[in-house]
């Protein structure tokens, strides 16, 4: 799915949730939440869920770790109010 503004909109008034990635052309974003997820302390303080999964096949072990937070008001003020989504 692309990363549109008003897909991202459309979902939001569903009430759905949605995952979008982040690079680093994103100005400040991408910076602001990897710094944001090396700060373990301020995680759990936003109620961080973890999960984790270990899958085998083609002679790999792949381990992934999924971390979710609910977005601070700090972003949404800095990076989504500002840009009008």
């Known amino acids: ?37 090396k700060s373990f302390p301020a995680l759990r303080e ?3 869920e973890e999960h984790q999964t270990i899958d085998g096949d083609h002679g790999r ?4 770790t999924y971390r979710v937070i609910t977005i601070p008001r700090l972003f949404t003020k800095k990076h989504v109010e500002r840009h009008g989504i």
């Open 46 to 48: 936003l109620g961080m």
């Open 1 to 37: 799915m692309g990363c549109q503004k008003e897909i991202a909109k459309q979902i939001v008034e569903k009430e759905g949730d949605y995952v979008l990635s982040l690079k680093g052309n994103q100005g400040t974003l991408h910076k602001d939440v990897k710094a944001l997820f």
């Open 61 to 64: 072990i792949e381990e992934r």
